[in-house]
């Protein structure tokens, strides 16, 4: 059994590659000096704490600074965090980062719903202060789920009531149904929304086959994954209802809690248009991601939590909507997290941190769960 655990610790570490290393002590002057130049000599801002965190994000970077200066004549205290677009050769995880338009829709949740969301302060367009183009917004004190080792494995997650992680649940659902309900005319700078919901699944599910095809550019295919694509495509649900606005990632790992409740929303970097059914299939799935990891490394896990079934009838009761096809949508997050695990791979190859092996397939950490969903195998015994 400890060697079934090692190797499923192994895969998870493996599923959040490293970042590249920047010198605190440089980083500090370019922060200080970019905030000079935004709020000029008078205010006199002083950089300091300057951390990267250890488990820094799958694509874009973080970046933990305090920050202090003049206001009305009295120095002030800001906590505040960067996130940083990667550069070329940092192998990114996706093909473009529009880290203005993730600055521009934690305004406008913010200013539009009562989904908790950083402050944000400033966006950045210019490369050249920090590598990259970033935004800064407030830091906020929390509880956030872990990916590394995930959550399910033991932590303050682990360690709650059911009656705790029921509450956490409800109000992590209860986000979906506000964010849903936030009139799509806010985020014009997204693009224009597709009239209906199978439009907008539609053009997701070719989005997700042309970020495939970017991610295979100079490495081995996945006939899995192709397979898969083939498979969404045949079987998307017809769907007349109005288009939401979709979070993407919505996953408890980017939400911050204090007593079980949400304090921060994080994360922006998906957001679009599409069904409701989209982000509950994501936050359905990436519990299950990490649970099938559990249950390989023979630990307990939590299979009471964030149950298919559960989620759907606490969604109804918030929402008024009824969610439909979510096998579909499950299998959908399925098939996207399965393609950022082949791209996270390939990266792991480039920097050779892993070597490609003789079924591409074996890549992607739960290419059995594919396999079980493409056979209409995967929900049995399971809610």
Known sequence: MASEQTEAEHQAELARPTSSIREVGLLRRELQDWLTDRLGTAADPVVDNVVIPAANGMSSETIVFDATWLENGERQLHPLVARVAPGETTM?????????????????????????????????????????????????EGQVPPDVMPYNFGSWVTEATDDERARLQRNTVGVLADLHAIDLSHFDFLGSPPPVAETAMRDHIAAQRTYYEWATTTGPRSPLIERCLDELSRTCPTDGSPTAFSWGDARIGNVMYRNFEPVAVLDWEMASFGPRELDLGWLIFLHRFFEDLTTLAGMPGLPGFLRRDDVAHTYRELSGHTPHDLDFYVFFAAVRQATIMFRVQSRAIHFGQAVVPDNPDEMILHHATLEKMLAGTYWTGIA
Do not use: C, H, K
Request: charged share 15%.
């Open 92 to 140: 990114p995880i996706f093909p473009t980062y529009d880290m203005a338009a993730q600055f521009r829709t934690m305004r406008a949740v913010s200013d539009n719903s009562s989904v908790p969301v950083p402050t944000t302060y400033w966006s950045e367009s210019d490369p050249a202060a920090l590598g990259g183009p970033f935004f800064v917004m407030q830091r906020i």
